[in-house]
């Protein structure tokens, strides 16, 4: 039954975008905007996890999610966005995402107050909305739950944008606050004694919270329609160690073609873990319509205490989409994926197939993860 | 001290992108404002800021709120002024709008279905800004000349 709730609510709200235009009432008062989408998964073995969806070696359709935006201008300088969602990625949940309120003191400097979509990167402020890629799910390397990615900051910020030289100019986010993101670490199991002390136990992403976070992005815009270079940074008190986050990005897009790479380190230094990922993806245009991508990520833990030759610690992936695009505001997407290591793609009872085989050999190395879904926004 | 390679580089990279300007063609429309709106003319740069919600105030005007107002997405003369105004494609603009909108950094500009309509908006709000096309018979706004830079 969930599963039939969850498509019919898909296919309804799928056909409002093919007028594609936000719904705008008393001349821009009001705009309200959504996004959204539902996926089928499968993969031939492990459980695989993103932000958008989950899949496991049972076909789920349980990957569906209605994202609504309100923005109200009680004044010109003044407004107040809201993004409220229903979603069913595993389970059913609805709620309120992020809100805040947004002053513009000037043409180049807005303040926000409240819970703020966490400006990270290429696609972490963009992420409901995957119109705005090749691929249904953003890299997992990345925005899966590899403990970088925040949805939002609770706190405050500061953003705009200031011309420089020529047509150059520089888009400039700084905040401070607290947030949390999601993290997996199947590799727990391999630290000493936790095999055996959690039999049974499933590992899957956690919400971690990340205090006292002071953190900013530079992004720069240049003549050159469609190209973009940024740079994220953060640092923030998590509750066993402090955490340091750098990520650099680049996008260049034209009509036809799309290129993206991105990459980052991150370190919690007390506990002795550093992180290393990123990804390169390509897509192409064939016809308005049809669109082909390819997409590369990795990610590699270094773990105090865990055998840096455990396949817990790293992820390789390449992938291969096809798209059709009904609308820009519509698509129907297809990706393919061959996962190795097990990072990001692992059996949820890690310790259960650790236990029967501490050599790893319990576990399988590669995944395969096939997604079919069909996104929109408006 | 003669320049080294890498910064030649740079030198040419920054050249070439600086190069890489729009179509310099007259444009395909008129742009029509209020008639109590003292300004006169107003730089292409200006107008796309003005279009893509960076820009909230009339400069030369005593910061008179802007109201820009767009024509109906797909239409001919909307495409055409992106094309000229803002110089980058329909779906860039379009992009544009859908990350800022939903990312909660901003909204486009309400929308009309004809240039009657837009002139409308216009001639009923004092900081607004319209385009019509260049045959359309003008009521209740006048022309401001939008220069090249």
Request: glycine share 10%.
């Amino acid at each position: 039954m969930a599963n039939v709730r969850s498509w019919k609510l898909l296919l309804a709200v799928a056909l409002a975008p093919l007028a594609a235009r936000a719904i705008d009432l008393a001349d821009g008062k009001l705009t309200v905007n959504g996004a959204g989408g539902g996926a089928f998964t499968i993969t031939d073995g492990n459980d695989v996890f993103n932000t958008e969806l989950v899949g496991g070696h049972v076909g789920s359709f349980k990957n569906a999610e209605f994202n609504l935006i309100l923005a109200v201008k009680p004044s010109d300088r003044i407004t107040i966005v809201t993004l409220v969602f229903f979603d069913e990625i595993g389970q059913i949940s609805t709620g309120l995402d992020w809100s805040f309120v947004e002053f513009m003191a000037t043409d180049w400097l807005k303040l926000r107050a409240g819970e703020v979509k966490l400006p990270l990167g290429l696609s972490n402020e963009v992420e409901p909305i995957g119109t705005l890629r090749p691929f249904y799910a953003l890299p997992s390397a990345v925005y899966g739950p590899s403990s970088i990615a925040a949805d939002t900051y609770f706190g405050v910020g500061v953003t705009g944008e200031v011309p420089l030289f020529g047509n150059f100019r520089l888009g400039y986010d700084f905040y401070g606050g607290n947030m949390s993101f999601d993290t997996a670490e199947p590799f727990s199991a391999r630290q000493p004694g936790q095999a055996a002390a959690v039999p049974r136990a499933a590992v899957a992403p956690v919400k971690e919270t990340v205090r006292n976070v002071l953190g900013g992005r530079l992004a720069l815009g240049t003549p050159l329609d469609g190209l973009d270079v940024r740079v994220s940074a953060y640092r923030g008190s998590l509750e066993d160690s402090s955490l340091e986050v750098v990520l650099l990005s680049a996008a260049y897009e034209t009509d036809k073609w799309l290129f993206r790479a991105e990459g980052y380190r991150s370190g919690q230094r007390a506990i002795g873990q550093v992180n290393h990922g990123g990804y390169v993806e390509a897509a192409y245009h064939l016809t308005p319509e049809v669109q082909v991508a390819v997409q590369a990520d990795a990610m590699r833990t270094h773990q105090v205490g865990v055998d840096d030759g455990s396949r817990l610690l790293y992820h390789r992936s390449l992938g291969a989409g096809l798209d059709y695009w009904f609308t820009p505001a519509l698509v129907a997407k297809t990706s393919l994926q061959y996962i190795q290591g097990n990072r990001l793609a692992f059996p949820t009872q890690v310790s259960d197939a650790l236990a029967r085989a501490p050599n790893e050999a319990g576990i399988s190395e590669t995944t395969l993860f096939f997604i079919a879904g069909l996104q929109f926004s408006f | 001290m003669q320049p080294r390679k890498s910064q030649l580089a740079v030198i040419v990279l920054l050249g070439a992108l600086s190069f890489a300007a729009g179509n310099e063609a007259e444009p395909a429309f008129q742009v029509v404002v209020n008639p109590a709106n003292e300004v006169k003319t107003i730089s292409r740069d200006e107008l796309s800021k003005i279009f893509l919600r960076k820009v909230l105030a009339w400069r030369r005007w005593d910061g008179e709120a802007t109201l820009p107002v767009d024509q109906k997405e797909g239409s001919a003369i909307r495409d055409a002024f992106i094309l000229w105004v803002h110089k980058r494609s329909v779906l860039a603009v379009s992009h544009y709008w859908q990350q800022q909108a939903l990312s909660g950094r901003g909204a486009p500009p309400p929308e009309r279905s004809n240039d009657t309509q837009v002139m409308e908006y216009v001639a009923d709000n004092p900081g607004a800004i319209g385009y019509v096309s260049l045959g359309a018979r003008l009521s209740g706004v006048k022309t401001i000349q939008v220069t090249a830079e």
